[in-house]
């Protein structure tokens, strides 16, 4: 059976207020009975996620976060673990989110971010992309850096729910017309699925679901996913708009 595609709303800081969250996902739980061969998931910030999680409980989507500690317990002030993340509904976290990384997050540390949810048993969403398009193709080396830094020494056995989420960062928070063009991003998941391939076995990486993310709207999603060649989308600002995350989720059924 072919797997179903994955549509992930990461809200960032876009929702602020507990009373917006709850009402957003109360709304999302009413308008949604069921998906088509799509399976829907959300990250609201921490603090969020508790409420979110809770009222979507009876729904299909579930609940994660967008990072978690390199550390699995202790001193670590204005950390959260993946076991407090856990048990307060996570199902998975974005690991190493370009955001993140800009604000500091490194290959080192996004591995042991890795190491802590897989230790939880959060699925993570492992983030890779590069910040500007080299004509010379240097990007495919970062990208190579990116996920061999991270993956080539988790035990290959671990890795079974892990999914790769490719976001340009050049994309990201701008419109669709700014969106990478679905022929390139073909190009893009042959490349990261081939490098998954040397690290894991062939079939192994065939499971790994690659989302794409940047500039996703109702406009561009369907296309991505049908002529990109990925097995999801990873959505930002229009994940924080109901009407339009809605939109994207009718779109991207099949
Ligand atoms: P936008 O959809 O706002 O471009 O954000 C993409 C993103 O960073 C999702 O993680």
Redesign the pocket.
Known sequence: MARKRLIVG?WKMYVESPEEAHAFALALRRRVRGFKGLEVWLAPPHPLLPDVSHVLESSPVRVGAQTVSAHSDGAHTGEVSAKTLKKVGALFTLIG?SERRIAGDTNELVRAQLERALEAGLVPIFCIGERERETDGEHFELLEAQLTSALSTIPKNTLKKLVVAY?PVW????HAADAMQPSELQEMVIFIRKILADMLDRAAALRVPILY????EPQNAASLITEGGVGGL?????SAELDQFLEIIKATQN
């Open positions: 990461n989110h976001e994309a990201i928070g701008k993310g940047g500039a996703v990873l959505v930002g600002h229009s």
